[in-house]
């Protein structure tokens, strides 16, 4: 799976979700800090993490 952008850039990252939608933002933040993208990552990462703990909530047992 390549979640990177293709040749048509970071609009072709528009279409995807969840972490692949992370990877994309992420990949275009390496190429160039000025993409514009560092909100979209703080706001994915932050996603993520819940949905991690809320994962592990329910793997526990507890509710």
């Not at 952008?5 to 990949?27: I, N, T």
């Amino acid at each position: 799976m390549n979640s990177a952008p293709d040749q048509k850039g970071y609009a072709s990252c528009a279409k995807l979700e969840g972490v692949e939608k992370y990877v994309c933002r992420r990949f275009a933040w390496e190429l160039h800090e000025k993409v514009g993208v560092k909100k979209d990552i703080e706001r994915l990462e932050r996603e993520i993490k819940n949905a991690a703990a809320a994962g592990a909530k329910e793997g526990d047992g507890s509710s």
